[in-house]
T-cell receptor, first 111, second 112 residues
Framework: GENVEQHPSTLSVQEGDSAVIKCTYS??????FPWYKQELGKRPQLIID?????GEKKDQRIAVTLNKTAKHFSLHITETQPEDSAVYFC??????????FGTGTSLTVIP | DSGVTQTPKHLITATGQRVTLRCSPR?????VYWYQQSLDQGLQFLIQ???????AKGNILERFSAQQFPDLHSELNLSSLELGDSALYFC???????????FGPGTRLTVL
């Protein structure tokens, strides 16, 4: 089955700096890669996703890049703000019947 | 609000007991997923149903079972509960295929 690894597990950045979280996957059949943000005590919410026919996707301060050959994808957050502090999860899916989640990255943005 | 509802919000029970968690998906979503999230842990996929049929199984214990009813709501049954089953249980729903999952608010289960 699929194996998704996520790094780093914790990340602290100064407000205004950029944050990068990386994930690798093992199954070349995976074709959908969402990123979820989970604030303390709340439900995970999708912040951006990318499909395997696209190499990069951007939404304001958030971008995701996908390298199918190397089987890795990354989340980039620019101009970080304190409200970006949360746990971020990457995931991979093929058919949509099962999603394989990374172990999460706890991001702290220091004002 | 994601449109996915879960009941109850909190559940406190004793070891050896059995509980049922309920989930109603977003209108129009046929897929329902169940996840377990222990303290400071990631999301562990348990099981997925699509239009009433089981489609995928993850790390679900034999003491746990689930089903999806004709009205598409789903129930997760946890039996012979152990202390280690204490966790936040999320339900999520989505359209068919690999698409965004919408998570419910979760049920926090505490086993004493």
């Amino acid at each position: 089955g699929e194996n998704v690894e996520q790094h780093p597990s914790t990340l602290s950045v100064q407000e205004g700096d950029s944050a990068v979280i990386k994930c690798t996957y093992s199954d070349s059949a995976s074709n959908y890669f969402p990123w979820y943000k989970q604030e303390l005590g709340k439900r995970p919410q999708l912040i951006i996703d990318i499909r395997s026919n696209v190499g990069e996707k951007k939404d304001q301060r958030i971008a995701v890049t996908l390298n199918k050959t190397a089987k890795h994808f990354s989340l980039h957050i620019t101009e970080t703000q304190p409200e970006d502090s949360a746990v971020y999860f990457c995931a991979a899916s093929n058919t949509g019947n099962q999603f394989y989640f990374g172990t999460g990255t706890s991001l702290t943005v220091i004002p | 609000d994601s449109g996915v509802t879960q009941t109850p919000k909190h559940l406190i029970t004793a070891t050896g007991q059995r509980v049922t968690l309920r989930c109603s998906p977003r209108s129009g979503d046929l897929s329902v997923y169940w996840y377990q999230q222990s303290l400071d842990q990631g999301l562990q996929f348990l099981i997925q149903y699509y239009n009433g049929e089981e489609r995928a199984k993850g790390n679900i214990l034999e003491r746990f079972s689930a089903q999806q009813f004709p009205d598409l709501h789903s129930e997760l049954n946890l039996s012979s509960l152990e202390l280690g089953d204490s966790a936040l249980y999320f339900c999520a729903s989505s359209l068919a295929g690999p698409n965004e999952q919408f998570f419910g608010p979760g049920t926090r289960l505490t086993v004493l």
